[in-house]
């Protein structure tokens, strides 16, 4: 059975810093594009940044570009998001998902989409407020 853990998430002040780590059972991370999303109270779950299987391209939505880091632990079958200089608007439950579609067409038009996604965690509460 699949299972998908989030960690990391909590409280942390404008412009801090918080590292999400999500881990994996019953499934190899790295046969598989990687995705974070968030949804913010009242609003649609979004795509925030996604990792190709070798880990070596990324995609990232323009709210978070330069600010959002994501990279893979092949270790500890993981996949973590760096979030740095964090803003209020990040406030949000953030969730990891796997998908078994391949990086390259996930990215292509629009972008990654909610369906795409086979296997969810289910959620790490991330707070931006002083």
């Known amino acids: 059975q699949v299972q998908l853990v989030e960690s990391g998430g909590g409280l942390v002040e404008p412009e801090g810093s918080l590292t999400l780590s999500c881990a994996a059972s019953?499934?190899?991370?790295?046969?598989?594009?990687i995705g974070w999303f968030r949804q913010a109270p009242g609003k649609e779950r979004e795509g925030v940044s996604f990792i190709h299987n070798s880990g070596r391209r990324t995609y990232y939505r323009d709210p978070v570009k330069g600010r959002f880091t994501i990279s893979r632990d092949n270790a500890k079958n993981a996949v973590n998001l760096q979030m740095n200089n964090l803003k209020p608007e990040d406030t949000a439950v953030y969730y990891c998902?796997?998908?078994?579609?391949?990086?390259?067409?996930?990215?292509?038009?629009?972008?990654?989409?909610?369906?795409?996604?086979?296997?969810w965690g289910q959620g790490a509460q991330v707070t931006v407020s002083s």
């Open positions: 019953g499934l190899t991370l790295d046969d598989y594009t």
């Open positions: 998902a796997v998908s078994q579609i391949g990086f390259d067409r996930l990215i292509a038009g629009s972008g990654p989409r909610i369906f795409e996604f086979r296997h």
